[in-house]
């Protein structure tokens, strides 16, 4: 292998690296960390921002990006315990969450395929307007006494033979975008909008259709993680998912998916969110304050961003 292929192949491997050394330093300095239950909590953790990195991940393909996603988590999940306080059977309630997130993340597609909005902008608007409505929905108060149904409960804070339920959907969902992005004519797609759209459009690929699906995908995805966070919250809060988008964010540029489209792998995704779940976990054993954590990954963000430049 001459160096040109191994210094690819080092900078494929860099965030899976990364995650080793990271687990590594901090399992030397706390103890704590090394434990099963914080483990399984760390993964419990990832799932909830594993799903909104996985949506964002098939929009930043398309040289696109989703800034509302946390704001699709609110008004979705508000609008979830709302059907589930009035009485509606829990799984109808689940099942309708999750078409409004995709609903809501469409209206996204729409104003940057139909509306020639830059994505930035577009979902800026969406963003705003979408924890405008959650707010005056709720009125600025949770809405909470959603009953003690088993299904609810089983979502967030169930398990399987000791794994809990989240993190089985999260290694199943991821195992689902690597099938889809990889072994489907849809996942090309994907990839050919973001590498050149115009190559892909005289390919015949309908590329307002395919940039629109990823980002109902990416609103869908958006609700998922709401209802896992409603489930284990026992009640939805007016600001729930703020700043979410910014982890997803991370998670993808870690993982090595250019912000410029048409790279990037699902797994490192995968493995991007891992490192994100690993700071905060390991910054708040070793009692570091919330507001150090955000300038941590803010320089994450930074060195991934930089990176990928220069890949």
């Known amino acids: 292998m001459d160096n040109k292929k191994l210094m690819s192949k080092m ?18 300095i706390s103890p704590e960390f090394r434990t099963i239950d914080n483990f399984l909590s760390l993964m419990r953790q990832s799932s909830i921002n594993g799903f909104i990195a996985f949506g964002m991940t098939c929009v930043i393909l398309t040289d696109a990006i989703d800034l509302s996603v946390g704001s699709v988590l609110a008004l979705s999940t508000a609008l979830c315990a709302a059907f589930i306080k009035g009485g509606m059977p829990v799984g109808i309630a689940i099942l309708l969450s999750l078409i409004i997130g995709t609903v809501l993340g469409s209206v996204s597609g729409i104003l940057v395929t139909k509306g020639r909005l830059q994505p930035f902008i577009a979902t800026l608007i969406t963003m705003t307007v979408y924890r405008g409505l959650t707010q005056i929905f709720m009125n600025g108060k949770p809405i909470s006494g959603l009953g003690d149904s088993l299904l609810l409960k089983f979502i967030g804070r169930g398990s399987v033979f000791g794994i809990p339920v989240p993190v089985i959907l999260f290694v199943l969902i991821f ?43 990416s609103g869908c995805m958006a609700a998922l993680s709401g ?67 955000s300038v941590v990954k803010g320089i994450v963000i930074l060195v991934a961003v930089l990176s990928d430049r220069k890949r």
């Open 11 to 28: 900078q494929d491997m860099g965030a899976l690296i990364a995650l080793v050394l990271l687990v590594i330093v901090i399992s030397i």
């Open 175 to 217: 195992i689902l975008f690597t099938f889809v992005l990889e072994k489907t004519t849809f996942g090309r797609r994907i990839y050919s909008t973001g590498s050149n759209a115009v190559s892909a459009k005289l390919a015949g690929v309908n590329i307002g259709r395919t940039k629109l699906a990823a980002y109902a995908i």
């Open 227 to 293: 209802l896992i966070l409603l489930s284990r919250l026992s009640s939805a809060q007016p600001t729930l998912g703020d700043g979410f988008e910014l982890d997803a964010i991370a998670s993808v540029a870690l993982g090595g998916t250019s912000m410029s489209g048409g790279r990037g792998r699902i797994w490192g995704t995968f493995v991007g969110v891992l490192i994100i779940a690993v700071l905060n976990n390991g910054l708040n054993i070793l009692g570091v304050s919330s507001y150090y954590q």
